[in-house]
């Protein structure tokens, strides 16, 4: 019998929200990066799922 290799991924819901923030007061404890996108960007690129 063969080992089963599984895979296992994050999946991520974001809810948005339209706030005022300094960007340099952002929590980087869990998440050391940001991406801020324009809708058109959402829309059009492959790596952000639809």
Known sequence: MKA???FF?????NLAY???IEVNE???E???EYKWFSVEEI???DE???
């Not at 991924?9 to 819901?13: H, L, S």
């Open 4 to 6: 089963k290799t599984e």
């Open 9 to 13: 991924r994050d999946d991520f819901v």
């Open 26 to 28: 952002l929590p980087k």
């Open 43 to 45: 829309m059009t690129n």
């Open 48 to 50: 952000i799922h639809k």
């Open 18 to 20: 339209e706030i005022e």
């Open 30 to 32: 869990q998440y050391n």
